[in-house]
């Protein structure tokens, strides 16, 4: 059986990969195979993989997840791209960002942009990072709060089957607490439990397996729990999502679907229900989608009562009243992947507190040597890249803040954890004005 696996050696989980090989004359199987020369293209059903574009006509009659995917379409709450933005808006409004447009720029395609600038123009763009990070960046609060409701977590009187990380609990501890504070979420001691505002219905995106929710539910009593997740867990369930299931009181629904296509309004077990939307694992254009979503809910039913997420959405006009092109902002959305580049062993630092530097900058051009910024970049301290990606993090969180505020949102944006436990600390609330 040993014979006919894929030979391809995983460092990580110490093994060769376990999956067969592509034929008896290849070593590897299809996803470790070294590819060839032709020109390889997404699959339109499921962008996550590529496929040649010679059999590309092939493969869309017999991948894997075109059941899947022709069964998805069917569901009422499909309604596809209806969270991607509109282009018209983009023209409209002269936009720095949406996207629809920026969907079509790849990290590649601004890694090559900044490349291309003369050195003047990054030491100028870098400049501006600064200048406009100093400006409005300012007001981003520190709030580390662990409410007494989820006392039972911390003191981990839990289903001890349930994995306990304490930098993770301490993380959703602290996200519900602050929503408590914000009056979104209710401690449910003492409580009426058949009260829809002091439990509502919780949908949670990017639900992963679900151990946030979980903590929502043992410790604020969520009787009805959406998760919204992309990636099938079928094969793999948590114990969260068993845990959550066993709970007789709790009535939980899966939604395995694209963000970018959820229609919550079409979800007919959530009409008319006060709902929390959370999302603690999005990736900034996940984030985007998800609060166009409960957006797009809140206009053709009032019924959204908060939306939460720790990454970002941006303000157009506000963007380009600051001065920012966009052009400078597929640079800036590019930077903000060197926040991870520090040595995690530097965690501990409060990178947003320092300023980004040009002594290196200067001193390679002191060299006399020609120096393009592709040089400067690849020369860059780990820590300085660190520092500008989390300036560029900020700024674009005060701009999604403020979009939310221009669509008559009451919306913070804090840091709810020190930098300690995590340095991707930032947590955007918002609830409609009318429940303030």
Not at 55 to 63: E, F, I, P, Q, T
Request: hydrophobic share 35%.
């Amino acid at each position: 059986m040993e014979e006919t696996r894929c030979k391809f050696w995983l460092p990580k989980k110490n093994r060769f990969c376990s999956n067969a090989r592509l034929n008896d004359s290849s070593l590897f199987c299809g996803n470790h195979n070294r590819r060839t020369d032709g020109q390889w293209i997404p699959c339109p059903i499921d962008p996550s993989h590529s496929v040649l574009k010679e059999n590309l006509d092939g493969h869309v009659k017999r991948c894997p997840l075109l059941k899947q995917v022709r069964s998805l379409s069917q569901q009422p709450f499909y309604h596809k791209g209806i969270n991607a933005g509109k282009e018209d808006d983009e023209e409209e409004l002269g936009a720095v960002t949406s996207t629809a447009v920026e969907d079509n720029v790849t990290s590649e395609m601004k890694r090559n942009a900044v490349h291309s600038m003369t050195v003047p123009e990054f030491c100028n763009l870098i400049k501006k990072i600064e200048s406009v990070h100093a400006l409005i960046c300012n007001g981003i609060c520190d709030s580390f709060k662990i409410p007494e409701a989820c006392g039972m977590w911390i003191k981990r009187e839990i289903d001890r089957k349930l994995p306990f990380q304490e930098k993770h609990v301490t993380q959703q501890a602290s996200i519900l607490g602050n929503l408590e504070e914000f009056g979104v979420l209710k401690n449910s001691v003492g409580v009426n439990q058949d009260d829809e505002k002091a439990a509502p219905a919780v949908v949670e995106f990017g639900a992963g397996r679900g151990y946030l929710t979980q903590m929502l539910a043992d410790c604020y009593g969520t009787k009805r729990v959406f998760l919204v997740e992309r990636k099938s867990y079928k094969l793999k369930a948590s114990q969260a999502d068993r845990s959550l299931r066993q709970k007789e009181s709790l009535t939980i629904e899966r939604l395995r679907i694209d963000i970018e296509d959820l229609d919550l309004s079409a979800v007919e077990s959530l009409r008319n229900v006060p709902y929390l939307a959370i999302g603690k694992h999005l990736c900034g254009p996940a984030t985007d989608l998800a609060l166009r979503c409960c957006l797009m809910e809140q206009y053709t039913q009032d019924n959204v009562e908060h939306c939460s997420s720790n990454n970002y959405i941006r303000d157009k006009k506000y963007m380009l009243n600051l001065g920012i092109t966009k052009e400078e902002f597929h640079a800036i959305s590019w930077f903000t992947s060197w926040a991870v580049d520090a040595d995690h062993g530097l965690d501990h630092l409060d990178f947003t507190d320092s300023r980004m530097h040009l002594e290196s900058i200067e001193k390679e051009l002191g060299s006399g040597l020609p120096v393009g910024v592709e040089d400067i970049v690849r020369n860059m301290k780990a820590v300085e890249r660190a520092v500008l990606g989390f300036m560029c993090k900020q700024i674009i969180d005060v701009g999604r803040l403020m979009w939310m505020k221009e669509q008559g949102l009451e919306a913070e944006l804090v840091k709810y954890v020190p930098s300690s436990i995590s340095p991707e600390n930032h947590l955007l609330i918002a609830k409609l004005a009318s429940l303030s």
